[in-house]
Nanobody
């Protein structure tokens, strides 16, 4: 059974914006921390953003204030709003669920391509 499903990826020009969505099974959403990771071609997977079960947020340094992680508890959905996208942001983006630190589930990924 698929527990995390990402959507909202696509092709965007440099400076543009995208919002990724991740719909989670309720059993791994309420009370869990949620996160976003990404993997660029030829690179290791890297952490992007996290939201704890009490809705505090943290971001990787490379985000530089451009991204926002949020949660809609009524929809069991976590979002990643990405603004001022750069070509270096091109990657497959993955949603994750954590209890409380250990990942318990990963999505299949959403492709984000930033190119003119």
């Amino acid at each position: 059974q698929v527990q995390l499903v990402e959507s909202g990826g696509g092709l965007v020009q440099p400076g543009g914006s995208l919002r990724l969505s991740c719909v989670a099974s309720a059993c791994i959403f309420t009370g869990y921390a949620m996160g976003w990771y990404r993997q660029a071609p030829g690179k290791q997977r890297e952490w992007v953003a996290a939201m704890t079960s009490v809705n505090s947020t943290t971001y990787a340094d490379f985000v530089e204030g451009r991204f926002t992680i949020s949660r809609d508890s009524a929809k069991n959905t976590v979002y990643l709003e990405m603004n001022n996208l750069k070509p270096k942001d091109t990657a497959v983006y993955y949603c994750s669920s954590h209890w409380p630190l250990l990942p318990v589930s990963w999505g299949q990924g959403a492709q984000v391509t930033v190119s003119s």
